[in-house]
């Protein structure tokens, strides 16, 4: 029998010219990917249909316990955690994770890729955004799509096609744009026919994603008649549209403009006034990327309602004196909305957030993965206006914490315990973490498409060596610190979960 899957379709160096160009060999190591034929090849690191593999001696990491065990994985599924599990027959592969955490893989509830957004679109595609969410152990993520025109159906159709390079799990959210009953009766069909059960309204970017009062308030009562999640970007658009004029007026024109324009104040006003908009409606509502003081207090004084605040890697760790660089291409890195705050505010909302982490408001780590090039934000060098809103989403030093990467987003989203948990029965969406190895995170080792990375030179502590989608290895690093991300080329997931959807899909 002939073995296609022995052909190695492509090897190619991923971000080759930023690799080459400007960064030596690093003790990372150099990044690569491969393409796997669906059948399964020892060249990748082995799997396939029917696969076992036997993980030993690690120590497995839930959000609800640690404990020493082994964990077996038949075609995708853990089927059995314990200790000391015996290999049975040759056909078992083994992975030793002696003095490692096994983890489950991380879930992302928050990304854009390949979005048309303020003139360009955003660098990652699915291909490149699910190659570097795989090497960083995020193993499913949730997207947004964007209405085309207002338009659900058509919208829906063109991220399917966005999504037709796809590498990994993938769900979508949608946003409303606009509102009409055309809009409303296509909400519908989005719930009942293809499991988007959320839906997020902008309150800011006046004059293109925007939505009015009106709308909004239409949006909150149709989510609560579909049991839909409503979901919040909340900033005062009008507001920030004067903060802006503001700024201009006054010659300021930087990336610095980008944050005094739009101060913590708008978003907590506007937090505020969408918690009081679904109190009134008497439907949950999730506020994406909570960055401020101010929203988070708004968020704290919900009484007796359920409130989601969802805040993003980039609030919790980065403080807005880089807006202030004088290096416009490391200043317009730090552009996002809402914008980086003050120091202060990323403590604040570490603390808050591990002080709730077991209370009915739940909050967990999104990324808002939203990424542009220098190039692309250059685009705002004489006008901070113009420059592209978006930072990637790196979590690496957040790989640890099981709960905010993976199991809240699960369980929010309806997907847990088949994601979010290493349980008997869940998909083997698995991490092996080395506690010992360090890492140092940067445009060259991101895996993105981008040449900027807002986390460049950070140093972390724990770095994986070895993830598990389902029946496959998909990232592996051996002991002379050569990465390869391996791609298998199949059609393989398309699941549905309580009323959800997700896909996976890479043909090669
Ligand atoms: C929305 O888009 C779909 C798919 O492209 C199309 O069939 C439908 O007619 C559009 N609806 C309206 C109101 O334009
Ligand atoms: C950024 O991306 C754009 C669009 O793909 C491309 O034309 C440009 O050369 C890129 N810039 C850099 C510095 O990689």
């Not at 379709?9 to 030596?24: C, G, I, N, Q, T």
């Not at 980008?258 to 937090?271: D, F, K, M, Q, Y």
């Not at 460049?456 to 610190?481: D, F, M």
């Not at 990465?483 to 080329?489: A, D, G, R, S, V």
């Amino acid at each position: 029998m002939t073995t296609p899957s022995r052909r190695l379709l492509l090897l190619l160096p991923l971000l080759a010219v930023a690799v080459a160009a400007s960064h030596p060999a690093h003790e990372v190591g150099v990044l690569r990917w491969q393409f796997c034929a669906a059948e399964g090849d020892a060249g990748c690191g082995g799997g396939g249909d029917g696969a076992r593999i036997l993980i030993k001696g690690g120590t497995v990491v839930n959000a609800h316990r640690a404990e020493e065990a082994d964990v077996y994985i038949e075609d995708g599924v853990v089927v059995a955690i314990r200790p000391n599990i015996p290999v049975g027959d040759d056909n078992v592969r083994v992975i030793d994770a002696t003095g490692n955490y096994v983890m489950p893989g991380g879930i992302d509830p928050h990304t854009h890729l390949a979005m048309e957004f303020m003139g360009t679109v955003t660098i990652d595609d699915f291909f490149s955004g699910h190659a570097a969410a795989l090497a960083g152990g995020t193993m499913m993520h949730i997207d947004f799509v964007i209405p085309v025109n207002g338009n659900l159906t058509a919208g829906l159709e063109s991220y399917k096609q966005k999504a037709a390079n796809a590498a990994m799990d993938y769900g979508f959210h949608m946003a409303i744009t606009k509102w009409n009953d055309e809009v409303a009766r296509e909400m519908e069909v989005m719930v009942k026919e293809h499991g988007i059960n959320y839906f997020k309204f902008f309150m800011a970017y006046k004059g293109s994603l925007m939505v009015t009062d009106d709308l909004l308030l239409q949006g909150l009562q149709k989510c609560k008649s579909l049991g839909a999640l409503a979901m919040v970007h909340a900033e005062n658009g009008d507001a920030v549209a004067e903060g802006q004029q503001r700024m201009i007026d006054l010659g300021i024109t930087g990336p610095e403009g980008h944050a005094l324009s739009r101060p913590p104040i708008l978003e907590g006003e506007a937090t505020a006034w969408a918690i009081r908009l679904a109190k009134f409606i008497n439907t949950p509502l999730y506020v994406v990327h909570v960055m401020s003081v101010d929203a988070m207090e708004e968020i704290a004084k919900r009484e007796g309602q359920r409130i989601i605040g969802e805040p993003v890697v980039s609030g919790l760790v980065l403080d807005d004196s880089w807006l202030w660089n004088p290096d416009f291409t490391i200043a317009s890195k730090y552009v996002m909305s809402p914008p980086i705050r003050e120091a202060g505010h990323g403590d604040a909302l570490v603390a808050y957030s591990k002080m709730w982490s077991q209370s009915p408001l739940k909050i967990l780590v999104g990324t808002d993965h939203c990424t542009f090039n220098s190039t692309q934000k250059a685009f705002g060098s004489d006008d901070f206006r113009k420059i592209p809103n978006g930072v990637n989403g790196d979590r690496q030093d957040f790989c640890h914490h099981v709960r905010v990467t993976s199991t809240e987003c699960a369980k929010i989203f309806n997907i847990y315990p088949r994601k979010g948990a290493i349980l008997e029965g869940s998909d083997a969406d698995i991490i092996i973490l080395n506690p010992e190895r360090s890492f140092v995170m940067g445009a060259h080792t991101h895996h993105s498409r981008s040449n900027t990375n807002v986390y460049e030179g950070r140093k972390g502590k724990a770095s994986s060596s070895s993830h598990i989608k389902q029946q496959y290895l998909v990232w592996n690093s051996n002991p002379t610190s050569e990465y390869i991300l391996f791609i298998w080329c199949r059609e393989w997931w398309k699941s549905r979960y309580q009323g959800g959807e997700w896909y996976g899909r890479m043909v090669c």
